[in-house]
């Protein structure tokens, strides 16, 4: 054991020695673990982590509360304001639109699954990781105006699918018999009652930072680990009160991100936490989930993989942004710029956990594929597509916003960069 964590941790410093070379070779940091998690798992037996079921559990479950609590608190509503109208389009009509067609086809495509098991699907591979096209994010041919739509949408999408996957993983382990009759019930209260409670403890949590740190009670130097704390606080709480801790942990974030006003400089030691757990998570991808996924793979999920990364996101798409003013360049762009990746990934580690083998087999290799697709195919043309619309668009496109930073959500090749504005 103690020779696979000393493993671990060197492939964790040896990419911190080298992430800012590896972008000008096109590997992010997701692509880079999944690959060194194959080679040195399956394919040559170095890196052996057999890890416990509630290991694998609680990392799935914190990194997912970190990644949920900080996108929502970093993009908090004042930062919704300046394209208000493409975030209401893409999050309130095109996240449902894809939610509803992935679950459709997923239904119709797929054999052995079920209505909660298609819901499954369709909702656990509508987020996008705007990880995945990290060197287009940080791209300045590329306008700011369109990184920062889909930096927002990857922030928020995660989200707010996570109350459909959990009622669909409640009714497949329902209709498994692995739950009571009344799961989908019981699960139904759980989200209502880890939204109510989130908020209450976000809003409270949020003002008492910034009363604090006004009045120099609270010292900056730990405002990080507090919020760090407070973003697990926030999901165990919510627990003991019988809440879902993955929403509370999400709308305390939106409330915390509103109330403080400004918590970029609190917020990154909890993004830099996030990020390092994010790495292991896709380590443990490669190691473990990809290839005991590979040997299902048949060519029905290998064709919903495709077409979760074409039709089912890029026509929702186009459907909610028509009217909107975008051209049909910078619709089919966005359109192409969905990554699935490390939201996706965590739902998957958290089916294998809640259901049986034989309830989690129909569901687990579509999404492994999708992932792997996806990781392979926006890592290959993140930057020749991104080079090429934004040089088409450089005189007709967007406007790019003032001179300034903006956070790009997630790791970028390895590390949490800041997007220099153009104007």
């Known amino acids: 054991m103690d020779g696979t964590l000393s493993l671990v941790l060197l492939l964790l410093f040896l990419w911190c020695l080298c992430s800012r070379r590896m972008e000008r070779f096109e590997l ?3 692509a880079a673990f999944v690959l060194l998690g194959l080679l040195l798992g399956e394919g040559t037996g170095t890196l052996d982590l057999a890890l416990p079921h509630e290991t694998v559990k609680a990392l799935a479950e914190v990194t997912l509360v970190w990644v949920l609590f900080t996108d929502a608190a970093r993009l908090s509503f004042r930062a919704l304001r300046p394209e208000l109208g493409l975030y209401v389009r893409l999050l309130g009509i095109g996240l449902p639109l894809c939610v509803g067609l992935g679950t459709l086809l997923a239904a119709a495509l797929l054999p ?19 990880a995945l096209g990290a060197t287009m994010m940080v791209n300045p041919e590329v306008p700011v105006k369109i990184r920062r739509v889909l930096n927002v949408e990857s922030g928020l999408n995660d989200g707010i699918v996570t109350p459909l996957v959990v009622l669909a993983l409640a009714g497949m382990a329902s209709a498994e018999g692995a739950a009571g009759p009344h799961a989908t019930g019981h699960a139904l209260v759980e989200l209502a009652v880890g939204a109510a409670y989130g908020a209450v403890a976000g809003l409270a949590a949020g003002w008492l930072l910034r009363t604090t740190l006004r009045n120099g009670w609270a010292s900056e130097d730990f405002a990080g680990p507090g919020v760090l704390a407070l973003s697990l606080l926030g999901y165990t709480s919510a627990l003991a009160l019988g809440g879902n801790g993955f929403v509370a942990a999400f709308v305390a974030g939106l409330a915390f991100g509103t109330v403080h006003g400004a918590p970029q400089r609190v917020l990154l030691y909890v993004e830099q936490s996030a990020a390092l757990l994010s790495v292991l998570v896709w380590l443990v991808f490669g190691v473990l989930l990809l290839p005991e996924m590979a040997a299902d793979f048949t060519w029905q ?3 919903y993989a495709v077409l979760s990364l074409t039709v089912i ?9 028509a009217g909107s003013g975008l051209d049909v360049r910078t619709v089919l762009f966005v359109g192409w710029f969905g ?11 958290l089916a294998v956990e809640e259901l049986d083998p034989a309830g989690a087999r129909p569901v687990l290799p579509v999404l492994a594929c999708t992932v792997l697709l996806s990781v392979l195919a926006h890592g290959l043309t ?3 597509l991104a080079r090429r619309y934004g040089r088409s668009v450089k005189d007709t496109g967007p406007a790019a916003a003032p001179a300034d930073e903006l956070p790009v959500r997630g790791m970028a090749a390895g590390g949490l960069h800041r997007v220099r504005r153009r104007g």
């Open 112 to 130: 052995g699954v079920s209505g909660w098991a298609a819901l499954y699907v369709g909702a656990a591979l509508a987020p996008t990781d705007a």
């Open 339 to 349: 990554p699935r990746g490390l939201a996706s990934v965590i739902f998957g580690l």
């Open 301 to 303: 999920a290998v064709l």
């Open 28 to 30: 992010t940091a997701p």
């Open 313 to 321: 996101r890029m026509v929702p798409v186009a459907l909610c942004l």
């Open 382 to 384: 993140s930057t020749p």
